[in-house]
């Protein structure tokens, strides 16, 4: 799912007085944010995507632009393993985006239509571990989380996304996946290391996503 103009005016004005020039896209479903990105003219951006049934489509939308690219086909986490990963989508399949490590919870009741469809086994990764392994950037200006109820285990375990000027997360007031941290839980958390939340946008009432800016 793409930013909200709401956020991206918040990001646009931020990049103003702070250039934008590295991207971390964790989540990267089909890589819809990619032509915002590029406004930025950015040195480059990495998007982390797990499914399967996404990779190719994913590389295509976000290949032929004049920065650096790279898809990275495995599942964020706070540790290196492998885990079963839950392929969830609505019935004609035109909503790829609700696929998650952790199992549907009261996102089953607020949309019926959207049901775990197929599960795999995909490959986890430490992004702090992952990054220094690969000898890869590790200085982001721009972090996205949109892991569908992981983002807290992939906060709290990662040094370098806490380094960044700024965090968009798809955040919840409510568990919609089997053990998902809420949004009080995160911001109280992203508050200890720094950030303050600077902007929220709701896409339903229990659910939108959260701009953090980390305060010098």
Known sequence: MSFDSSIENRIKHYNETNPIKNILHIGACLGEEVSFYEQFNPNLVYWFEPNPKLLTRLTENVQGKPFTNIVFPYAVSNKKGTANFNIIENRDGSNPGCSSLQDLKLHSELYPDIKKVDTCVVETINVDEFL???????????????????????????????????????TASIELYEGQQTDTKIEEFLMTKGFIKDYYHAFHSVWGDTLFVKQD
């Open 132 to 170: 220094l392994e690969n000898k890869l950037e590790t200085q982001f200006d721009l972090v996205s989380l949109d892991t569908q109820g992981h983002d807290f285990e992939i906060l709290t375990s990662s040094d370098f996304i806490l380094n960044a000027k700024l965090i968009v997360i798809e």
